[in-house]
């Protein structure tokens, strides 16, 4: 199980959303991605689009306005 | 992964959780309206750019009003007597209260040139073109098309084809 780190801090919308598609397209099923956000927009479409594509997702706040996503291919 | 089920507070549910597009659609219309209920004045945001433009000019001794168009628009300027001026001023404080309210302020670092090259780009085209179309997406679209103006149909027609190819540009060569 591979584990992929994004940084996506300082990026705005919709960078972090193409950036997370272009990397888990390369990955394999199972292997975990996580995105490092600070741009709150992230925060809705990244989960959004990875929920919809069937992947597992968790985001979790690590500081004030900092966020991970953290999202398990699942297919 | 499991999912938690956590209950939340009232303030997560007001201010922390994003509000859905329905709620945002709702409160935007009805202070929508309320705006122009109260001023008789419908909500525009680039209305004002160019005697804001006329201002920075005239610091380096350049007389705006000179210019066809601008009718004196910068020496009769009163930022307390200009709506616009005061509902950009409100956008940018709601903005702030509402990170703020989230406690999710944070001072965001500045990731690559090609960022800033992109931002300021982005900002003169988005500019130059509000004012060429004679108001942006609230003015123009948001404004507008409810107080069935022709001029914000095309606008919409003509944003979507620039989002398009501004996606394109961004993909291309700022990612």
């Known amino acids: 199980m591979a584990e992929k780190e994004l940084d996506c801090l300082g990026e705005a919308c919709p960078v972090p959303l193409i950036k997370a598609q272009n990397a888990l397209g390369t990955m394999a099923i199972g292997d975990v991605l996580i995105v490092h956000i600070d741009h709150s927009c992230a925060m809705k479409n990244v989960p959004d689009w990875a929920r919809e594509a069937g992947h597992n997702v968790e985001l979790e706040e690590i500081d004030d306005g900092e966020w991970d996503i953290i999202i398990e291919k699942a297919k | ?175």
């Open chain 2, 1 to 175: 992964m499991e999912e938690k089920e956590k209950k939340q507070s009232l303030w997560e549910f007001y201010f922390k959780r994003e509000w859905s597009y329905t709620t945002g659609a709702v409160l935007l219309s009805i202070l929508a309206v309320s705006l122009v209920l109260v001023t008789g004045q419908a909500w525009g945001v680039t209305g004002v750019f160019h005697v804001w433009g006329g201002k920075v000019l005239s610091w380096f001794g350049i007389n705006a009003d000179a210019f066809p168009g601008f009718n004196g628009a910068v020496g009769k300027y009163i930022f307390a007597n200009s709506q616009v001026s005061l509902t950009n001023l409100g956008i940018v404080l709601g903005a702030l209260l509402s990170v703020l309210l989230a406690a999710s302020f944070k001072y965001k670092k500045i990731k690559s040139r090609k960022q800033v090259v992109a931002a300021i780009l982005g900002g003169l085209l988005m500019g130059i073109g509000a004012r060429i179309a004679g108001g942006c997406n609230i003015g123009n679209f948001f404004s507008g098309i409810p107080a069935f103006s022709l001029a914000g149909w095309i606008f919409m027609v003509f944003i979507f084809l620039g989002a398009f190819i501004g996606s394109k540009m961004l993909k291309k060569w700022f990612m």
